[in-house]
């Protein structure tokens, strides 16, 4: 039986994804996995959408600019350095234990690699990355790298996924921003799951609000700005599904 954890969208919030890490002791002091994760008892997965901080609030916090605005270059190329800086570091944990450990294709960061789409919404958009709109380039190593993240991964009979377990899910194209399958799938067509094979599926992508969700075939995870990540313990007779939280920092 392994020990999987599933982090959903990390949205560039990387000292709680440090501290869930070492909590569930699969990072030491020094960021790299733990025995467990190098041997394979414990398996990491993160749902993707590494980059592009959630909100203004999240954006000041990340850079240390009470006055951060989405339209100052410098401002972007602060936010563009400090994630390139901490993406380098969830690099070198990922490459210290490539095989236990799974990182997978956020759109976020197929935008972010790629330039193709500009997201946002109404209030923020995301331009750090878009040399264009005053940001910086993401350095080409980096972009290979998220690149090379995979759609999916199936662990005995579970999908992993950032959006959902079919193949127009898994496409960062106009088609996939013009609709609303992407936020709505599960609502309508949960089948997606089993149709496609799988026991079970976990997902991020849609903000869940309420925290994370476990229905009967599938779990919505996009809840670690909530301290909400999911444990799930796995072999091929046994699925155990449960949620867990980041512990709080404690003060010397």
């Known amino acids: ?3 999987v954890i599933a982090i959903g969208d990390l949205h560039a919030e990387f000292p709680r994804l440090w501290r869930a890490l070492r909590g569930a002791y699969l990072a030491g002091d020094d960021f790299l996995p733990t025995e467990p994760v190098q041997e394979g008892r414990f398996r990491v997965v993160l749902m993707g959408d590494l980059m592009h901080p959630k909100t203004l609030e999240h954006y000041r916090r990340l850079t240390g600019l009470d006055d951060f605005s989405p339209a100052d270059p410098a401002h972007l190329r602060m936010a563009a350095k400090a994630q390139i800086r901490e993406m380098y570091r969830v690099k070198r944990y990922q490459e210290a234990a490539p095989e236990h450990v799974t990182i997978l294709l956020g759109n976020h960061d197929h935008a972010a690699a790629t330039g193709d789409f500009v997201l946002g919404n109404a209030y923020l958009e995301h331009h750090e990355f878009h040399p264009e709109h005053g940001g910086v380039e993401m350095p080409e190593d ?16 579970v999908n992993f996924s950032h959006v959902g377990p079919v193949p127009w899910l898994q496409t960062y194209d106009a088609m996939f921003y013009n609709g609303r399958e992407a936020k709505e799938w599960w609502q309508h067509n949960p089948d997606y799951v089993t149709r496609m094979g799988h026991r079970f599926g976990v997902y991020g992508h849609t903000v869940m609000k309420e925290g994370i969700q476990v229905f009967e075939r599938l779990a919505l995870i996009d809840a670690f700005d909530q301290d909400q990540y999911l444990e799930l313990y796995l072999d091929d007779d046994h699925l155990e599904v449960q949620v867990a939280h980041v512990q709080p920092l404690t003060l010397q």
Not at 142 to 157: D, Q
């Open 1 to 3: 039986m392994i020990k």
């Open 142 to 157: 980096l972009k290979a790298w998220l690149l090379s993240f995979p759609a999916e991964v199936n662990l005995y009979g």
